[in-house]
């Protein structure tokens, strides 16, 4: 059972680029959501999804974008990479409301 | 706008040290507070608190809400080595499921 699976683990871009995170989920959750983490600042929301076709905004979404076609893939894309994205990503999955998240184990990004 | 406060943000202490760690909350229509552990990668789920008073429990570790004062403890008794790591609290809402509002962490290195 792999549980939620990020790829790549790391990754450096030059600014301006445009890549995608991968994130796979093995347990049929419906919830799915992507954070940063930086040093010193807890986990901050990008974007999340409550079911296949259905996304919304968290606290920092500016600069990325998300799409939901299955119940097990939510990728992440950097539209235009700036150094002020460089961090860790998580993905988390849940089944639904209050129930405890599923974390990938990060992609370290580096911008450039 | 949801606001999670963890305290203190860093405490180092020996091994066999009680620690106690906080989580104080404000948020519009609370549905449950959840503390996770981060070592090297993923946040790991520890537990899941939604009624005041009620104390969790899993070996050393314990937790209990007050939902008057808008606040959680996270103990730590016997403090080991392995007990180093990031401890994250996060609260959830009725309103917006599938958010989860994170504190910044408190990073506990237990020394030998």
């Known amino acids: 059972n792999a549980g939620v699976t990020q790829t790549p683990k790391f990754q450096v871009l030059k600014t301006g680029q445009s890549m995608t995170l991968q994130c796979a989920q093995d347990?049929?959750?419906?919830?799915m959501s992507w954070y940063r983490q930086d040093p010193g600042m807890g986990l901050r929301l990008i974007h999340y999804?409550?079911?296949?076709?259905i996304t919304d905004q968290g606290e920092v979404p500016n600069g990325y974008n998300v799409s939901r076609s299955t119940t097990e893939d939510f990728p992440l894309r950097l539209l235009s990479a700036a150094p002020s994205q460089t961090s860790v990503y998580f993905c988390?999955?849940?089944w639904g409301p209050g129930s405890p998240l599923h974390f990938g184990n990060g992609t370290r990004l580096t911008v450039t | 706008e949801d606001k999670v406060v963890q305290s203190p943000l860093s405490l180092v202490v020996h091994e066999g040290d009680t620690v106690t760690l906080n989580c104080s909350y404000e948020?519009?229509?609370?549905?449950?507070l959840l503390w996770y552990k981060q070592e090297k990668k993923a946040p790991t789920f520890l537990f899941m608190l939604?009624?005041?008073?009620i104390e969790k429990k899993s070996g050393r570790l314990s937790s209990i809400l007050d939902k008057k004062e808008l606040f959680s403890i996270l103990n730590i008794t016997a403090t080991q080595t392995g007990d180093s790591a990031i401890y994250l609290c996060a609260v959830e809402v009725v309103t917006n499921a599938g958010k989860s509002t994170f504190g910044d962490g408190t990073t506990l290195t237990v020394k030998p």
């Open positions: 939604t009624s005041s008073g």
């Open positions: 988390a999955s849940s």
């Open positions: 999804s409550v079911g296949a076709g």
């Open positions: 347990m049929n959750h419906e919830y």
């Open positions: 948020v519009t229509n609370f549905r449950s």
